[in-house]
């Protein structure tokens, strides 16, 4: 049986297609450990973070000087108060310690007195666990997110307390990981976002992260499949694959499972199978997805979003920024931008939900006799809706900077939804969002493949025009003129939304103006409108 592409909790080497683990990690994490010191590691779901703490715990036993324990803390979450949740703490340790050191290296048992300790049992336990232990212990726990509200300050606390006596008498070196790293571990135990206060856990020495795949690793992790089954991925399936997930770990293994499990292709993997298989995924969502839309709600997560999502240059807080991009909701990049493209859509989708829910999805309404796209009436419609319906919308969105964008996002989506592609791209620093619908079309026999090469391109660009600032029209022109030169398009259109005082204060009607051509770019005309 063929190893597959993992898309589901740790990787098994015999199981799935694996990048050398170890690899993932900086290359001085195991000198933390033998250094003594107590870290964190963090990073987004689903990138590797158990596969290559579980191959650095391995690594460690082999080497033979440490009693080492891996163990998760996940059971946790369903725990009703401090006490219940440090007894599972200590019981999953415990029952990490039966199955993985020898007996003679296993904690003391407790009784009825230890296990009535309030505030210390964690303490205790782990005091005397060390003094019993032959060797000096090394704890690595996952799912640490787990822990909320005055469980995870205790549990946090207990490890700092004991930090001065380790190694005689308390662990040697402690791993604490998950999503987030410790310092928004205060914001999970209930209190401010503010970290104005010092961590329950600032014993520990640095935090470190796992590195997203590069082109060469997804080639590397591609290349085994094709040993394996003779099917291969070609350059332009990679670097869409580069392009589609920015080397996230969970979306590269997605996509490829995708094309070979789901989808059953299998001839050579190109890029149209790919774009299917994207599709696909976004559609199927799964807790993946559902867990990191889940915090476009928070507000620490919209001050970041919302001026990316708009194109604009900010002064991010650094903490909010920081979060974001632990969640991977962000890159590295300055000024920063939505970590991959299907996390551009993803997050697109899931802000325009309500305004898709009450929009046709009816994309043979702009489909003209020849199968192409009529682009005049896709603006058309949109125009008649916006002044009919999106006011409500706009006024309800709690991303009131870029509300009108996810207005015209969600409109377009239920345009060409099953019918073609749309394509986003929030320019960073830019002040603008490139959209492209890409609608099949057919090749030299007549034949219309939805994921197939032949296909035309619709731009649009979205500006705002914001209070004491030039009409960014002009700038539109030249930005659309520049992108035309790279990518031939069959229609450029730029919306500009105003959001200038003395605009704001008009009736909704009066609002928009369909400025008709505004210009033309690459012998292509530009419509423009204004709202």
């Keep these: 049986m063929t190893r597959q592409f993992n898309t589901a909790h740790a990787n098994r080497v015999d199981q799935h297609y694996t990048l050398p683990p170890l ?39 082999a080497d033979g000087r440490y009693a080492v324990v891996f163990c998760s803390v996940e059971d946790a979450r369903t725990a009703h108060g401090e006490a219940e949740l440090v007894g599972r703490v200590v019981d999953d340790l415990r029952l990490a310690a039966q199955r993985q050191l020898p007996e003679r290296e296993r904690p003391p048992p407790e009784d009825a007195a230890d296990r009535a300790l309030s505030g210390s049992r964690l303490y205790q336990y782990l005091s005397r666990w060390s003094q019993a232990c032959t060797r000096p212990l090394v704890l690595f726990v996952d799912e640490i997110d787990c822990l909320v509200d ?45 970290l104005g206060t010092s961590s329950p856990f600032n014993i520990k020495r640095e935090s470190v992260t796992l590195a997203t795949f590069s082109r060469n690793d997804i080639a590397a992790l591609y290349a085994q499949h094709t040993a394996e089954t003779g099917q291969v991925f070609t350059d332009a399936a990679i670097d869409r694959v580069v392009e589609l997930t920015g080397g996230q770990p969970l979306l590269v293994n997605a996509l490829a499972h995708d094309v070979v499990g789901k989808q059953g292709w299998r001839g050579p993997v190109d890029a149209m199978q ?117 006011e409500s919308f706009v006024h309800a969105e709690n991303y ?33 969002i490139d959209i492209l619908v890409r609608w099949p079309v057919a090749d030299e026999h007549g034949h219309v493949e939805l994921y197939g090469k032949h296909f035309e391109r619709h731009l649009f660009e979205l500006k705002v025009w914001y209070h004491d600032k030039p009409d960014p029209l002009p700038k539109a022109l030249e930005q659309v003129g520049e992108y035309v030169q790279r990518v031939p398009c069959a229609s450029v259109s730029v919306l500009v939304f105003d959001r200038r005082k003395a605009t704001l204060r008009k009736k909704w009607a009066a609002r928009s103006r369909e400025l ?3 210009g033309v770019v690459a012998d292509v005309p530009v419509w423009g409108w204004r709202a």
């Design 400 to 432: 009131h900077e870029v509300a009108g964008q996810l207005v015209f996002m969600a409109y377009l989506q239920a345009a060409v939804n099953g019918g073609g592609h749309v394509d986003r791209e929030y320019a960073a620093g830019m002040g603008r």
């Design 274 to 390: 790919v774009d299917a298989a994207k599709e696909r995924i976004i559609l199927q969502w799964g807790t993946h997805f559902d867990s990191l839309m889940a915090r476009l709600r928070e507000d620490r997560v919209r001050r970041v979003l919302e001026p990316v999502l708009a194109g604009q240059v900010s002064a991010f807080d650094i903490e909010d920024l920081r979060y974001c991009r632990d969640m991977g909701l962000v890159d590295e990049s300055r000024p920063p931008r939505v970590a991959n493209a299907i996390y551009r859509e993803v997050i697109a989708r899931k802000l325009t939900e309500n305004a898709q829910s009450g929009m046709p999805q009816a994309p043979h309404r702009w489909r003209g006799p020849n199968g192409r796209l009529d682009i005049s009436k896709v603006r058309e419609g949109f125009v008649e809706f916006w002044r009919e319906h999106a």
């Design 516 to 518: 008709g051509q505004v």
């Design 23 to 61: 690899s993932r990690l900086p290359a001085d994490v195991e000198n933390l450990v033998h250094d003594s010191f107590y870290f964190v590691l963090h990073a987004p779901r689903q990138t590797g973070k158990t596969t290559s703490v579980m191959a650095l715990a391995e690594k460690l036993r």
């Design 150 to 194: 005055d469980g995870l300050v205790s549990v946090l606390s207990q490890l700092r307390k004991g930090y001065a006596e380790r190694p005689a008498a308390f662990p040697h070196s402690v791993c604490i990981f998950g999503m987030r790293d410790v310092r928004d571990y205060k914001v999970a135990s209930g209190g401010s976002e503010r």
